[in-house]
């Protein structure tokens, strides 16, 4: 046999040369960059890091396919975005405008019993509440259920009796929409009526010779030749419309009439409050609490309609539960995009791991082209939500056709949901890039 085979040709030779010189080029690189105090820095370290995932996602390809596919991801990341912020703006809108519905009729503050049905005014109570800065108005308002007559039609509401500062504190003259604010004029008794009570009676403002008889139980019945219901009359004076649950319920009276026929003379349902504008509720609201003690709850606007609020905001998060789920679906783009970014620079990170780079590098420079991806798919979605909100606030583009009793469809656009929408993009975008993550730093990329 001969030696010479077993030899290494001269070819061979000059290739085991240039990889030592390669091996000895590499060493002193990572040497340098290992001693350089430029990336010694962990900010400059981090600094390159995202110049290379940059320089992936936006760098020439080898195909226009991987171009398209990763525009894709971050415009579908983005119309995702937007459509859940302009959502829960929706939904904002409803719930801002269907409490400033409440605004002609719901105070500022309200204090109520816990337990029970009326109370009777404590007068050093009274006068300490008067007292503080935070209270411009004090209305004091007593509630029945009560049969009410006109004609021959008969329907059971609710009877609400209300002082001279009633309007002042509440602004229910703003409510009108047929008639005046009038509860009483020269001895005679007027009554405000909902507009769906108004309908259910078949009131007619225009008759002025006709009153609604008004019957409540008589509590304080001693005999039987007393009579079983205590009555009074009251006329017209107008409708309000405010929102269809106390439109169909409500009737306003002078206070004097319902505790007429109550027999109540000295007991209430509520003090009602207007604060002024510099002072904070929340504030305002513990100060009355200390002075009503816990017998009594004392209720800021948010807190009067706590279950229509609550209902209103379940619906709302759960829409946004929904949108979620329709956002990981637009998630397998961005994976499908992420790993053909990685096949594409193959050689790239092939380089990087013969230089040094160890499996935790790839890993991360891998999550910061998903985050890239993300962010930049966050910043679309964001300018497009602001700039369809500011048109639509603008001309109303959106109508809600031609019943309802807006225009178009109320947007308010809430800051605190812009963040929580960026973390959900983030982490659903994170969730998309841990395989292609875990998958190219466990090959062995060449």
Same mark, same amino acid.
């Given at each position: 046999?001969?030696?010479?085979?077993?030899?290494?040709?001269?070819?061979?030779?000059?290739?085991?040369?240039?990889?030592?010189?390669?091996?000895?080029?590499?060493?002193?690189?990572?040497?340098?960059?290992?001693?350089?105090?430029?990336?010694?820095?962990?900010?400059?370290?981090?600094?390159?890091?995202?110049?290379?995932?940059?320089?992936?996602?936006?760098?020439?390809?080898?195909?226009?396919?991987?171009?398209?596919?990763?525009?894709?991801?971050?415009?579908?990341?983005?119309?995702?975005?937007?459509?859940?912020?302009?959502?829960?703006?929706?939904?904002?809108?409803?719930?801002?405008?269907?409490?400033?519905?409440?605004?002609?009729?719901?105070?500022?503050?309200k204090?109520?019993?816990?337990?029970?049905?009326?109370?009777?005014?404590?007068?050093k109570?009274?006068?300490?509440?008067?007292?503080?800065?935070?209270?411009?108005?004090?209305?004091?308002?007593?509630?029945?259920l009560?049969?009410?007559?006109?004609?021959?039609?008969?329907?059971?509401?609710?009877?609400k009796?209300?002082?001279?500062?009633?309007?002042?504190?509440?602004?229910?003259?703003?409510?009108i929409?047929?008639?005046?604010?009038?509860?009483?004029?020269?001895?005679?008794?007027y009554?405000?009526?909902?507009?769906?009570?108004?309908?259910?009676?078949?009131?007619?403002?225009?008759?002025?010779?006709?009153?609604?008889?008004?019957?409540?139980?008589?509590?304080?019945?001693?005999?039987?030749?007393?009579?079983?219901?205590?009555?009074t009359?009251?006329?017209?004076?107008?409708t309000?419309?405010? #929102?269809?649950d +106390?439109?169909? %319920?409500?009737? /306003?009276?002078?206070?004097? @009439?319902? $505790? *007429?026929? !109550?027999? &109540?003379?000295?007991?209430y349902?509520?003090?009602?409050?207007?604060?002024?504008?510099?002072?904070?509720?929340?504030?305002?609201?513990?100060?009355? #609490?200390?002075? +009503?003690?816990? %017998?009594?709850? /004392?209720?800021?606007?948010? @807190?009067q $309609? *706590?279950? !229509?609020? &609550?209902?209103?905001?379940?619906?709302?998060?759960?829409?946004?539960?929904?949108?979620?789920?329709?956002l990981?679906?637009v998630?397998?783009?961005?994976?499908?995009?992420?790993?053909?970014?990685?096949?594409?620079?193959?050689?790239?990170?092939?380089?990087?791991?013969?230089m040094?780079?160890r499996?935790?590098?790839?890993?991360?420079?891998?999550?910061?082209?998903?985050?890239?991806?993300?962010?930049?798919?966050?910043?679309?979605?964001?300018?497009?939500?602001f700039?369809?909100?500011?048109?639509?606030?603008?001309?109303?583009?959106?109508?809600?056709?031609?019943?309802?009793?807006?225009?178009?469809?109320?947007?308010?656009?809430?800051?605190?949901?812009?963040?929580?929408?960026?973390?959900?993009?983030?982490?659903?975008?994170?969730?998309?890039?841990?395989?292609?993550?875990?998958?190219?730093?466990?090959?062995?990329?060449?």
């Amino acid at each position: 046999m001969d030696n010479r085979c077993c030899r290494p040709s001269g070819d061979h030779q000059m290739e085991q040369a240039l990889s030592a010189q390669v091996l000895k080029i590499s060493q002193a690189v990572i040497t340098f960059l290992t001693l350089s105090p430029i990336f010694t820095q962990r900010k400059s370290f981090m600094n390159l890091s995202w110049k290379i995932a940059w320089r992936y996602i936006f760098g020439k390809k080898s195909t226009n396919a991987i171009q398209i596919i990763t525009g894709i991801s971050i415009f579908g990341l983005g119309f995702g975005t937007a459509a859940i912020i302009l959502i829960l703006s929706v939904f904002n809108g409803f719930e801002t405008l269907l409490l400033s519905m409440f605004d002609a009729f719901n105070p500022d503050i309200k204090i109520e019993l816990v337990k029970g049905k009326h109370f009777a005014i404590d007068k050093k109570q009274l006068d300490k509440i008067y007292a503080l800065d935070g209270v411009e108005k004090v209305s004091l308002t007593i509630e029945e259920l009560a049969l009410f007559q006109y004609d021959n039609r008969q329907e059971v509401g609710t009877l609400k009796g209300v002082d001279d500062s009633f309007n002042a504190v509440t602004g229910m003259d703003t409510a009108i929409n047929r008639g005046a604010y009038l509860v009483q004029d020269e001895g005679l008794k007027y009554g405000l009526f909902g507009l769906g009570m108004a309908y259910k009676l078949g009131l007619n403002l225009n008759d002025r010779l006709t009153p609604v008889s008004i019957y409540l139980p008589n509590a304080k019945k001693s005999s039987p030749m007393d009579k079983q219901f205590s009555t009074t009359d009251l006329y017209p004076g107008g409708t309000f419309a405010i #929102q269809q649950d +106390v439109d169909y %319920e409500y009737v /306003v009276a002078p206070i004097s @009439a319902v $505790q *007429a026929l !109550t027999k &109540k003379y000295d007991q209430y349902s509520a003090i009602e409050i207007k604060k002024n504008t510099d002072v904070e509720e929340e504030e305002l609201v513990a100060q009355l #609490q200390n002075i +009503v003690g816990e %017998e009594m709850t /004392v209720m800021g606007r948010f @807190a009067q $309609q *706590a279950s !229509t609020v &609550k209902v209103m905001r379940i619906e709302k998060w759960l829409s946004l539960v929904i949108l979620i789920l329709a956002l990981i679906l637009v998630a397998f783009n961005l994976i499908g995009a992420i790993w053909m970014i990685v096949m594409d620079k193959k050689k790239d990170l092939g380089v990087l791991q013969a230089m040094g780079a160890r499996k935790s590098m790839i890993r991360n420079l891998i999550f910061k082209i998903g985050s890239l991806i993300c962010l930049i798919g966050i910043s679309i979605g964001f300018v497009l939500a602001f700039a369809f909100y500011y048109i639509h606030k603008t001309y109303g583009i959106i109508s809600m056709g031609e019943q309802a009793i807006i225009d178009s469809y109320p947007m308010e656009l809430f800051y605190s949901d812009l963040p929580i929408v960026a973390a959900v993009v983030l982490v659903i975008g994170f969730m998309a890039v841990v395989l292609p993550a875990i998958r190219a730093s466990a090959s062995n990329i060449k």
